[in-house]
């Protein structure tokens, strides 16, 4: 039983186009998070969501969107695709009562 | 606003040997420490977290920290390292106040065990 999952794991792409990442977590949480981890292991948050509304929205460029459906899932929906967006993209929910964030195993994005 | 230092990078170690990784932290606030810790192309983990109560915190696979308020650090410590403790390590903090949950990451230390 996975915790937290992401599809897909890897995503290789051209520059322009547009690709979404869904993350899915089972542990009834209700705080999601979407971080990106350049190639120097650099961890930054970019949103996070709890119960459906977003409460951290971070310097990110507008191409990025995240939606969430429903406090199971929190998707991540990329616009016009660029090299610098290359990076692996971690999906992570929270227990309050631990304080605790649990990551998913991230979905590795290379634009070219 | 808070901030997490990890003052290495990288620490080679030999298998066997103890370890030492730092992490000094800045705050205005009272706050909670945490160490993850990622292998290879995996997510991260919790391996111990700090919230209140004793300072030495022990967490999974033999690692312990110890918080230092007057210091401003939480070094990871492990007395006998593993082949298998190959990863990145990283140190977070987070602000009792902060309601949005936000917790800072430092840039991580690669721990590189050598046989």
């Known amino acids: 039983d996975t915790a937290v999952s992401q599809t897909p794991k890897y995503l290789v792409t051209q520059m322009g186009n547009d690709k979404s990442i869904k993350c899915e977590q089972n542990?009834?949480?209700?705080?999601m998070y979407w971080y990106k981890q350049d190639s120097k292991k650099f961890l930054k948050i970019m949103f996070s969501y709890n119960n459906k509304e977003l409460i951290i929205n971070e310097t990110v460029p507008n191409r990025f969107s995240p939606k969430s459906p429903d406090k199971a899932h929190l998707n991540l929906h990329i616009n016009s695709l660029e090299l610098g967006d290359s990076a692996v993209y971690f999906c992570?929910?929270?227990?309050?009562?631990?304080?605790?964030?649990?990551f998913g195993p991230g979905t590795r994005l290379l634009v070219l | 606003a808070q901030s997490v230092t990890q003052l290495d990078s990288q620490v080679p170690v030999f298998e066997e040997a103890p370890v030492e990784l730092r992490c000094n932290y800045s705050?205005?606030?009272?706050?909670?420490l945490f160490w993850y810790v990622q292998y290879p192309n995996q997510g991260l983990q919790l391996l111990l977290k700090y919230l209140s109560g004793s300072t030495l915190v022990k967490g999974i696979n033999g690692f312990e920290a110890e918080f230092n308020k007057s210091q401003t650090s939480f070094h990871l410590r492990k007395p006998s390292v593993h082949i298998s403790d190959t990863a990145e390590y990283f140190c977070a903090v987070k602000g009792w106040h902060s309601s949005a949950s936000k917790i800072i990451f430092g840039s991580g230390t690669r721990l590189s065990i050598r046989p």
């Open positions: 542990l009834g949480h209700d705080t």
């Open positions: 705050s205005s606030v009272s706050v909670y």
């Open positions: 992570a929910s929270r227990s309050p009562a631990q304080e605790t964030q649990y």
